[in-house]
Every structure is written in structure tokens, then in C-alpha cells.
């Protein structure tokens, strides 16, 4: 004998016509993430059994009405309303585990979900009432090991489904590559702790490039169900990091030897640093600085004993709307002994001073912080929330977005 209950009503002497329980896997096929119940049921309701469905239509111990199309209508509402508590008994035995282990009224996946509620009149007092519901749960079945009953139970879950992604490397003529990652990641509805899916981004999707990579770009698109979150990671490998704090950095190094045989030489360095939100735009400039130096130091003393020490240009830009500064310095070597003579222009392989970056090469290891996946401006993505057109003055919108818009100048 089967027994259901929905939404605080029980259906008298239900009889089944269905009930189904599919595994449901992943749009790759590979994890199995959802057990799916698809039931359906009949029974024959009858003003006397108001009392047992809805108590609220009882007065003095008699019902309201005994129009069965009056009866119907009541409990209605009840069945169809999604993500209500659901039980399935046979024999006294709970055939959906899940619906009890979660000790929540929704299922895993924003259910249960009623399909349909069907009235067919026998007689003035009684219909027969065709109901039919889907309902999605994580089922983790265990046996005992005597006659103990229940027999299987069912282990409390995690949070997440299943997280899912491939990964792409596409390699220039260079040989430098750039991989992509993309993926999705599913959590349960009827997650013990309650848990958004953004609020597991950083734990399911990696937030730090591999050694030798700097991170382009990251994308997440919460999708509206509010279970599912889509992303997409990009990382592209570069000859050398960027001097820390800094994220990215573009520069070069000039050098000009002139005068008779090259006696008189000038060496330049050109340096642009960005960094993030919140990165100090002076400990920029202070990089930038130190690098210039250090670039002139040791690259003028591979040439001369004097190396170049007279400073004869310096110019700082600094981004007033963007965390960007650019320095350039200039340096001039006076003529020495080693410049005559041809040496100047053998000067020129030296491979080391030449090919040299100041701090860079001494922290190839440096990546930037990134963070975690929120980035500095801390957004979490949500989805709509449930909602019903049956509840009055209610407005959908989204109450996480506040905009503070400054009055222009001048503006009353």
C-alpha cells in the first residue's frame, strides 16, 4: 500500500499509476549528479475524507461543503505549489530518502516541481483526482547490515554536484600559449548550509595562473536557475613577469653610442607599469624607479668603469583615472679607455647586461595577486529569486545592485 503526502495534504487510499526514478548526468554524460522521481497517483476524494485533507475546511466537526468541485478547488493550490515537503511511502517504507535527509521543503534542483492536478466527477460527493509531480534529489543509499528497517538509508550530501570543464591551449608561432578553461559547476538546492553558487566560485574555479602565466581574463555567468555557474579562465605565458606589485608591465632599453668611434654613449630606459584597483600607485613608481637605475647601473659598468653616471633626462606620467605610470630615464657615459678603439661596437654583445631586467629576473616565481575569483570589486552574482504572481504587492527586482549617482555641479 503507497501513501502520499504533499504540501500538508495526504491523499486517501492513493493508487499509482507511475513512479519512476531516472539517473540524470551532466550535459557531458559523465557524472551522475540527480536521481529524478517522476510519480503520478489517483485517488477517489469524497467530502468524507475533508478532515484528513485540510483540516481548515472543517467547522463543528463538518465540512464547509460537500461539493466535491468545492473540495477541489481547495486543495488545489496546495498540490501545485512547487517546493513543497514530499513523502512516498510504500509499506510504510519512504521510497525518496533524499526528501528526508535534506529537512527542507525544496528539492535539489528548485523543486519539487507539480505538473498537473486532474478532476474527473463520479457523483456529486466524490471525483477522482489524477496528480502528477517530478522531483530531483542527490541519493546516496547505504544498506544495513540486519532486517533493521529502513534497510537503506541515505547519507547527507555536499553542497556541490558536480563541477565540469575542458581545457584549451592554443600555441603561437612563438611557441607561447595561452590556455583556457571552461566549465560549469552545479550545486544543490537543498544544500545544508544554504549556500549560493556564487559563494563556492572560489573554491570549484582555480584563481592563480600556472608558473610562467599571468591571468587575461575570467568570466562568470550565474545562470537563472541560481544552481549553475558558467566560467571561463584565460591564461597566457609571457617571457618575464612583471616587477611585483605591478600586473602588467611593457618597457625597453635604448642605447646610442656616438661622438668619434663611439667614444660618447647614452643608455635609456622606457617603463610602463599597471596594477589593480587596489594597488599602491606609488610603490609603482618606486618600481619603476629602481628598475630604471638598476638597468643603467649595471649596463654602464659592463661598458666603463664610470658606467653611465650623469643623469641627463627624466620624465614621470602618471595616469590621474587609470593605475598606470610610465618613466623614462636617460644616462650619458663620459669617454674612457675602453670605449676607444673599436670597442664600442663590441660593447654591443655583451648578453647579459644587455639582456638584463632588474627585478624581474631576480623573482621569476612573482604573480601577481589575484585573489580570490570575486576580484577587488568583491561582486557576487546572484539569479532571480522564487516567485509567485499569487502574492500581492510584490515587486521582482534586484535588491543587491545600489547605485549612487552624485549630483553634477551646480545641480539643486
Excluded at 17 to 31: I, K, P, R
Excluded at 87 to 92: D, E, Q
Excluded at 316 to 332: K, P, Q, R, S, Y
Amino acid at each position: 500500500m503507497s501513501l502520499v503526502a504533499y504540501n500538508g495534504i495526504t491523499l486517501p487510499f492513493p493508487f499509482t499509476t507511475s513512479f519512476a526514478q531516472e539517473a540524470v548526468y551532466e550535459s557531458s554524460s559523465t557524472d551522475w549528479y540527480l536521481n529524478r522521481f517522476i510519480i503520478q497517483v489517483q485517488c477517489v476524494l469524497n467530502s468524507n475524507f475533508v478532515a484528513e485533507l485540510l483540516p481548515a475546511l472543517m467547522v463543528n466537526n463538518a465540512p464547509i461543503s460537500s461539493n466535491p468541485a468545492d473540495i477541489k478547488n481547495a486543495i488545489y493550490t496546495k498540490l501545485m505549489t512547487p517546493r513543497q515537503s514530499l513523502s512516498f511511502k510504500v509499506n510504510g517504507v519512504e521510497m525518496i530518502p533524499g526528501a528526508i535527509v535534506s529537512g527542507k521543503t525544496v528539492d535539489a534542483q528548485n523543486g519539487p516541481q507539480p505538473q498537473r492536478c486532474i478532476l474527473n466527477q463520479l457523483t456529486n460527493k466524490s471525483f477522482i483526482l489524477t496528480w502528477s509531480c517530478i522531483a530531483n534529489y542527490w541519493i546516496n543509499n547505504s544498506a544495513g547490515l540486519n532486517a533493521a528497517s529502513p534497510v537503506v538509508t541515505n547519507a547527507v550530501g555536499g553542497t556541490i554536484l558536480y563541477n565540469r570543464w575542458e581545457e584549451i591551449q592554443d600555441i603561437d608561432n612563438r611557441q607561447f600559449t595561452t590556455l583556457t578553461r571552461t566549465g560549469r559547476a552545479v550545486i544543490r538546492s537543498d544544500n545544508a548550509d544554504g549556500v549560493t553558487v556564487d559563494q563556492v566560485r572560489s573554491a570549484m574555479i582555480p584563481t592563480q595562473p600556472p608558473a610562467g602565466f599571468l591571468r587575461r581574463s575570467s568570466r562568470y555567468v550565474v545562470d537563472k536557475s541560481g544552481l549553475g555557474i558558467d566560467y571561463a579562465v584565460v591564461d597566457v605565458e609571457v617571457f618575464k613577469k612583471p616587477p611585483a606589485p605591478a600586473y602588467e608591465a611593457t618597457g625597453a632599453y635604448h642605447e646610442k653610442a656616438a661622438g668619434v668611434m663611439g667614444a660618447m654613449r647614452h643608455g635609456q630606459v622606457n617603463i610602463r607599469l599597471r596594477g589593480a584597483k587596489d594597488t599602491p600607485q606609488h610603490i609603482l613608481i618606486e618600481r619603476a624607479v629602481t628598475l630604471a637605475s638598476a638597468k643603467l647601473h649595471v649596463r654602464g659598468h659592463a661598458l666603463g668603469k664610470k658606467g653611465f653616471d650623469i643623469i641627463t633626462d627624466a620624465q614621470l606620467n602618471v595616469n590621474l583615472f587609470d593605475n598606470e605610470i610610465e618613466f623614462f630615464m636617460t644616462a650619458m657615459m663620459g669617454s674612457t679607455q675602453e670605449l676607444i678603439g673599436g670597442n664600442a661596437i663590441a660593447a654591443f654583445k655583451n648578453p647579459v647586461a644587455l639582456t638584463y631586467t632588474p627585478l624581474s629576473d631576480e623573482f621569476p616565481d612573482y604573480v601577481p595577486d589575484y585573489g580570490n575569483s570575486h576580484g577587488t570589486a568583491n561582486v557576487f552574482l546572484q539569479a532571480a529569486a522564487y516567485y509567485d504572481p499569487n502574492l500581492t504587492n510584490t515587486i521582482v527586482r534586484d535588491t543587491t545592485r545600489q547605485l549612487n549617482v552624485g549630483k553634477q555641479p551646480g545641480a539643486k
